[in-house]
């Protein structure tokens, strides 16, 4: 059985990028995009993720090296050609408060329009077909400047799609946005992955990228390094990213969590995984080293059910202290141990 090939509209070759000889950001940058994949770009602040975007949408140069779309060098492309394959949504992407929702997204249709940029009748069927896509139809008419972040965000990306292009490229989409907002724009994202456009976005919001990444870029010393999410993680990737920050990554909750020197070991013992879980993590956030097995003078703890309430039990050497809840147990234990 051979592996599936999968046919590369993008291609970056030998990709140097920096804004000085001497400090460059990323190094021989080897990767290619998949047409109909959804490639999740990460890294630590100041790595390049937002250059590296910039730079395989046309829109800055590389220093050494080059893209190639279609086996076509990008910096030899005609920008309305390449505004006909790519299109870009960055975290300062300018947004005019007196524009409706319809005038914003058409701004999209401008690779296609005439030198008035009057709209023809497929160009308005395309701007009413983005809108439905990310579930903004009912605004079209609505100015930009009554909307909230989560509802501007997905005017971005719809003008982005009525460009009508084959490749989205996003920087930080789901930044300071809520969480019900944040998997709403990826879930956007993956539709368009699935209507068969390529979609490449940088994010720092690991859940979503397990969850809906086909493959991950990883920036770490100057260099990417790609795989699926489920390679790198086997790989300890991750892990390796922040091993100067004193923070470590939790293959099981898929976060970054801060790393600490647990002193006193406690015994737990709880009657279902819900409450198993969220005593774990109110015991490991207050410095405790839960384990699993009972050892003669370990502090032990209980969680069990009484009268339709949980409560949470002390056995230490002869005496029982209960609390009815995690705060009052975490409270406890931090003043008397």
Request: charged residues 25%; without cysteine.
């Amino acid at each position: 059985m051979t592996q599936r090939d999968t046919a590369h509209i993008m291609e970056l070759i030998d990709l140097w990028l920096g804004y000085r000889p001497d400090n460059y950001l990323l190094k021989q940058v080897n990767a290619k995009i998949g047409q109909g994949e959804m490639i999740a770009l990460v890294g630590r602040n100041g790595t390049g993720k937002s250059t590296l975007l910039r730079t395989i949408a046309g829109i800055q140069h590389a220093a050494r090296g080059g893209v190639k779309l279609n086996g076509r060098s990008i910096e030899t492309t005609h920008q309305r050609q390449l505004a006909s394959w790519i299109s870009f949504v960055g975290t300062g992407s300018s947004i005019t408060e007196n524009l409706t929702v319809f005038e914003m997204v058409s701004l999209g249709r401008h690779p296609y329009t005439n030198w008035w940029g009057a709209l023809g009748v497929v160009d308005r069927q395309k701007i009413n077909e983005s809108l439905r896509f990310v579930g903004m139809e009912e605004f079209s008419g609505a100015r930009i400047d009554r909307l909230s972040d989560g509802e501007r965000q997905r005017v971005m990306i719809a003008m982005a799609l009525a460009q009508d292009t084959k490749i989205i490229i996003l920087d930080e989409p789901t930044a300071f946005l809520d969480i019900p907002n944040r998997i709403g724009i990826v879930e956007v994202l993956h539709k368009l992955k699935a209507d068969g456009r390529s979609v490449i976005y940088s994010t720092h919001e690991f859940d979503n990228v397990f969850t809906y990444a086909d493959k991950i870029w990883v920036i770490h010393n100057q260099r990417i390094i790609e795989g699926a999410p489920e390679d790198l993680g086997m790989d300890k990737v991750f892990e390796e990213i922040f091993r100067d920050a004193d923070v470590a990554f939790d293959q099981e909750n898929l976060r970054f969590v801060r790393e600490i020197n647990p002193g006193k070991k406690i015994f737990l013992d709880a009657e279902d995984q819900h409450v198993e879980y969220w005593t774990y993590r109110a015991l490991e956030r207050i410095g405790f080293r839960v384990v699993r097995e009972y050892e003669e003078n370990l502090l032990r703890v209980t969680a069990r059910k009484e009268k339709g309430r949980y409560q949470w039990n002390i056995e230490e050497k002869h005496t029982t202290t209960a609390f009815k809840s995690l705060y009052a147990l975490a409270g406890y234990l931090i003043i008397e141990n």
